[in-house]
């Protein structure tokens, strides 16, 4: 079972990782449309069904299988492994802001600009990497 657990993991890491990747883009690209525009409603609808129809249930599939592989196979144990958690788990609070910036959108009440959220969409790649060295090189 674990290659399947493992290989489930990856394809859920995957999908999270490119809404991650691709919600703040969108939302650069909102934060430039004119409130109640066509383009601001469309966005509405892009963002709120790529975080509840891929990257929450992506997100959730991750935690789960990662954390029963990180139990089943490593005994949480390994400094590369804490390091990795630690990552994912910041990981996870950016999920949660994209989560508020998405209900500030719904709501007509964004007050971040394009320029933000162009850097917040480099955070999550910068964060890949770093988890994916920590579980391919496993440096310590």
């Not at 909102?30 to 997100?59: C, D, W, Y």
């Not at 144990?77 to 719904?106: C, P, Q, T, Y």
């Not at 959220?117 to 790649?125: D, H, K, M, Q, S």
Request: glycine letters at 8%; hydrophobic letters at 55%.
């Amino acid at each position: 079972m674990y290659e399947w657990i493992k290989a489930f993991h990856v394809v859920a890491v995957i999908s999270w990782m490119a809404g991650m990747l691709y919600l703040p883009r969108l939302m650069v690209y909102h934060a430039e449309a004119q409130i109640g525009s066509i383009q601001s409603e469309t966005f509405k609808v892009m963002e709120r069904r790529l975080l509840k129809g891929i990257i929450n249930p992506a997100m959730i599939v991750a935690w789960v299988l990662g954390l029963y592989l990180a139990w089943s196979v490593f005994g949480f144990k390994g400094g590369w492994l804490h390091a990795k958690i630690l990552l994912v788990l910041i990981l996870s609070g950016i999920h949660g802001m994209l989560v508020k910036h998405v209900r500030n959108f719904a709501a007509d009440k964004n007050e971040k600009s394009p320029r933000y959220f162009r850097i917040l969409n480099e955070v999550p790649a910068v964060l890949m990497l770093g988890i994916v060295i920590l579980v391919i090189v496993k440096p310590f």
